[in-house]
């Protein structure tokens, strides 16, 4: 059984930058084909995919996100770290990890994890 | 605003069928399969149809999926209260090194 867990500060103030970790069991980022990826949604607002890592390390980034986001995997720890600088209140929203099994797809998720940016 | 388009809102009372629809173009769903997530109240978004027409172990058959060039549909049939959620499509989009577009949501109502 596949399962994701989000983990991360619930308040971050503009200008900082944010750190979270997905943690995951019932997968290996070691096995060809896997991978984990970010969505994040506003409140009352449409998902909105981040980024993306794979199995073999390559990583893709919303275009419009690019040059604020990173992320990495510890395979040994079974996470995913997602991080993203220069946070503004915009930026506030649920923020879901996800297991990617096959090219565009995301057929686990986890409950999400608010992310509230204000002064 | 959203790379794929869906309408805000649909709505049916129960045993109908309510269709949704999704617009995209080539670079995503014109080349590449769709799939469809609800989210309920309050949840995590949940897969609802993958490949375009595949349900998931334990979705009801009430739900289907199809695609034609740029743009796809989810058709629930028999409509139950339970059904009232938001629906998304989403696809890969082999544009700007590839990338996952989503839909702006639909909320469906049961009436």
């Known amino acids: 059984q596949i399962t994701l867990k989000e983990s991360g500060p619930a308040l971050v103030k503009p200008t900082q930058t944010l750190t979270l970790t997905c943690a995951f069991s019932g997968f290996s980022l070691n096995t060809g084909g896997m991978g984990v990826g970010w969505i994040r949604q506003p409140p009352g607002k449409a998902l909105e995919w981040l980024a993306m890592?794979?199995?073999?390390?390559?990583?893709k980034y919303s275009p419009s996100l690019r040059s604020r986001l990173t992320i990495t995997k510890d395979t040994s720890k079974n996470q995913v770290v997602l991080t993203m600088t220069n946070m503004d209140p915009v930026d506030t929203a649920t923020y879901y990890c996800?297991?990617?099994?096959?090219?565009?797809?995301?057929?686990?998720w986890g409950q999400g994890t608010l992310v509230t940016v204000s002064s | 605003q959203s790379v794929l388009i869906q309408p805000p809102s649909a709505s049916g009372t129960p045993g109908q069928t309510v269709t949704v629809s999704c617009s995209g173009s080539?670079?995503?769903?014109?080349?590449?399969?769709v799939n469809w997530y609800q989210q309920l109240p309050g949840t995590a978004p949940k897969l609802l149809i993958y490949?375009?027409?595949q349900r998931p172990s334990g979705v009801p058959d009430r739900f289907s999926g199809s695609k034609s060039g740029t743009s796809a549909s989810l058709a629930i049939s028999g409509l139950q209260s339970e059904d009232e959620a938001d629906y998304y499509c989403a696809a890969w989009d082999g544009s700007l090194s590839g990338q996952v577009v989503f839909g702006g949501g639909t909320k469906v109502t049961v009436l």
């Open positions: 490949s375009v027409n």
């Open positions: 996800a297991h990617r099994p096959e090219i565009g797809l995301f057929d686990v």
């Open positions: 080539t670079s995503n769903i014109g080349t590449n399969t």
């Open positions: 890592i794979y199995w073999n390390d390559d990583k």
